[in-house]
């Protein structure tokens, strides 16, 4: 019988520690961050479809929004980008991992989006209380459309 060399033995131990590592990584959650900054290429995540819009789509759906402090937001949708215009800025952001609706980000601003209503913060930790938030409460406008006149009788 033929002892390992010293060698032999701590590469192969160096090798199993760190695929005890990397699989306790996975389980516990630690890696996820590292894993959600890349989305898999042959199935990106989706944003919701707002106002019933496909979500997969190839031209841009804009909707505006009234937040408090009579503060105005436009966004652009087009697959996995939102152009935010805030402030007369226009910001350009992806997709992001999110639990709930939709999350966009261009690393200085987060937009969040559910439903019809949304609101904008800060890209920073913001402490405790967590990030700033620079127009809360947004609802989304809906165009008036004009009723159709009855027909003369």
């Excluded at 997709?95 to 439903?115: E, I, N, P, T």
Aim: charged share 15%; net charge positive.
């Amino acid at each position: 019988m033929r002892l390992p060399s010293l060698h032999q033995e701590l590469v192969r131990n160096f090798d199993t520690a760190r695929r005890w590592l990397l699989s306790g990584m996975i389980v516990c959650g630690i890696a996820q961050p590292v894993v959600a900054q890349e989305p898999a290429p042959q199935s990106p995540p989706q944003p919701p479809a707002p106002n019933g819009a496909p979500a997969a789509s190839t031209t841009w759906h804009r909707v505006s929004y009234s937040c408090d402090n009579k503060i105005h937001i436009q966004v652009s949708y087009r697959g996995t980008i939102a152009r935010v215009t805030y402030e007369g800025q226009v910001h350009v952001m992806k997709q992001v991992l999110s639990a709930d609706g939709g999350r966009y980000s261009d690393g200085k601003l987060v937009w969040w989006s559910k439903g019809n209503g949304g609101f904008l913060t800060d890209a920073s930790d913001g402490g405790p209380s967590g990030p700033p938030r620079l127009a809360d409460n947004c609802k989304q406008i809906v165009p008036k459309t004009e009723s159709p006149t009855a027909p003369p009788g």
